[in-house]
Nanobody
Framework: QVQLVESGGGSVQVGGSLRLSCTASGYTYGCMGWFRQAPGQEREAVATIYSTSGTTYYADSVKGRFTISEDDAQNAVYLQMNSLKPEDAAMYYC????????????????????WGQGTQVTVSS
């Protein structure tokens, strides 16, 4: 069973940047994703990546500001977050999901599993 460990969260001012890391031990599926959950809100998908082709998905709210990437050699996935806004504040989680050989399966957000413990992002004005 895979274990995912997130790191890199912290407190930044509006407009600042953070780089989140997710390190996996064990086998991961073809899709890797970053999700976030703010207090009182449902968990939402932020970005996903299909490992075979590098195809990415971004939520509209983060397009142009966040970048998901992966390093197969390190078995890690990253989320570069720029131009942070107060509404980006949340607990960020990474997870993995089966790809079934096609990138669009990475947007089946309910399929994601093996969640990490999360890393907190705080954005202050």
């Amino acid at each position: 069973q895979v274990q995912l460990v997130e790191s890199g969260g912290g407190s930044v001012q509006v407009g600042g940047s953070l780089r989140l890391s997710c390190t996996a031990s064990g086998y991961t599926y073809g899709c890797m994703g970053w999700f976030r959950q703010a207090p009182g809100q449902e968990r939402e998908a932020v970005a996903t990546i299909y490992s075979t082709s590098g195809t990415t998905y971004y939520a509209d709210s983060v397009k142009g500001r966040f970048t998901i990437s992966e390093d197969d050699a390190q078995n890690a996935v990253y989320l570069q977050m720029n131009s942070l806004k107060p509404e980006d504040a949340a607990m960020y989680y990474c997870a993995t999901a089966p790809a079934y050989g096609a990138a669009f399966y990475c947007q089946r957000f309910n399929d994601y599993r093996f969640w990490g413990q999360g890393t907190q992002v705080t954005v202050s004005s």
